[in-house]
């Protein structure tokens, strides 16, 4: 099987699986120089480019949620989630402005995990979650396990005419190529705003909103970046601002969530990210 069969493949179950939920990110430039974290990060750190033993490597992410309970405001939910994250190899900065990848996989990740979903209000829900799972560099015949834990802090309010998204995640991650290798982890509070209020105007027959959004990302150790020259910098902040455009309530099409279509940019100590951003939910 071709290796961009597989990429087909994953985001098609990806949309598919449950009909639940899925979302993907795709970072289209990355403006540093620096050879940003390992790649077996970037199921957590998100798409853009990485270095895999010094090599240049294009990810994108892809997560999908299956409904094993469903909850409401007195009963516990769970759902089973998949994270399925592709790279492709030698990506050539020149190629940045024209939203091209590479016909070949160079990486692959699949970390299967459980989310629960505990409401605490009508409008306040605590998710604690788990995940873990393999990572393959397929030109070097290397496997690295990852592995990540933490809780989601997710609340909702009227403001304005609009929705108000008051959202937190403290997560703790990490990865090891063996049982004597040494760990390499971290340890990050993230806490996003979306505001989306309602637009004239439908898609698939749903009314619309637009939703403007920020970000901000602190990390308990400083995330360090390793460059070639070995000057590396040390991230202890990072910031996201941006605007989705979709239904004003979650809708599906052919049994298909219909995604939130949208734009953003993240910037850093020393790195920023273009990123065009599909999901179906916050």
Do not use: C, Q
Not at 25 to 44: C, I, Q, W
Request: aromatic share 14%; charged share 25%.
């Amino acid at each position: 099987m071709r290796r961009s069969s597989i990429a087909a493949g994953l985001l098609a179950s990806a949309m598919l699986l449950g009909g639940s939920a899925w979302s993907g990110d795709f970072g289209v430039r990355y403006t540093t120089e620096l050879d940003p974290k390992n790649f077996a990060h970037a199921s957590f750190l998100g798409s853009g480019i990485y270095s895999v033993d010094g090599r240049l490597i294009y990810i994108i992410r892809i997560k999908a949620a299956l409904r094993v309970r469903s909850e409401d405001v007195k009963r516990w939910g769970l759902r089973a989630t998949l994270r399925p994250t592709l790279g492709f190899y030698d990506f050539k900065t020149g190629d940045e402005d024209k939203f091209g990848l590479p016909s070949s996989i160079g990486s692959l990740s699949l970390l299967p995990g459980l989310e629960f979903r505990v409401p605490i209000r009508d409008n306040w829900r605590l998710d604690p979650f788990v995940e873990g799972g393999p990572a393959w560099e397929f030109d070097g015949n290397s496997v690295t396990w990852i592995y990540g834990f933490g809780i989601k802090s997710r609340a909702e309010f009227s403001w304005l005419g609009g929705k108000l998204l008051l959202f937190n995640t403290l997560l703790w991650a990490g990865n090891r190529e063996s049982d004597i290798a040494p760990r390499d982890d971290f340890a990050v509070l993230e806490t996003k705003v979306d505001w989306r209020f309602p637009i004239r105007g439908s898609f698939f027959g749903h009314p619309t909103s637009l939703g403007p959004f920020g970000r901000s990302e602190a990390y308990f150790d400083a995330l360090a970046i390793d460059p070639p020259d070995g000057a590396g910098i040390e991230i202890e902040r990072r910031y996201e601002i941006g605007l989705t455009w979709g239904t004003r309530e979650r809708a599906k099409k052919w049994k298909i969530p219909i995604p939130r279509l949208g734009a953003s940019y993240r910037f850093g100590e020393g790195a920023e990210t273009y990123r065009i951003v599909l999901t179906s939910r916050f």
